[in-house]
């Protein structure tokens, strides 16, 4: 099932977009085609291809899987070593005025 980029944020497209520029850029920089990638970690090249394209719904178990056919994991262990900082503050929606009338 493809999934709908309609209701995809698009920071999340433009993210997975980059994340996908990236393994493909690594898969080239070890010479390897689809097929060989394939043959690596087991997820068809139909997948992988839609991964490299950014397709954000790819699974996450498959991101992750073709990063470790790749010995890119390390990256994502860089992500997760640091330490949670607070990001954009949201804000309360303001309370709902009862009227009397």
Same mark, same amino acid.
């Not at 994340?19 to 060989?36: D, W």
């Given at each position: ?91 309360? /929606? /303001? ?7």
């Amino acid at each position: 099932m493809r999934h709908d980029q309609n209701f995809t944020p698009f920071p999340v497209l433009e993210t997975a977009e980059r994340l996908g520029e990236r393994i493909r850029s690594a898969r080239k920089a070890q010479k390897l085609t689809l097929v060989q990638l394939e043959k690596n970690c087991r997820i068809h090249r139909t997948t992988l291809g839609r991964l490299e394209r950014g397709d954000p719904g790819v699974s996450l178990g498959v991101f992750l899987t073709v990063l470790d056919s790749l010995q890119e994991l390390s990256d994502v262990e860089l992500i997760l070593s640091q330490p949670d900082k607070p990001k954009h503050k949201r804000v309360a /929606p /303001p309370p709902v005025l009862k009227r009397d009338f």
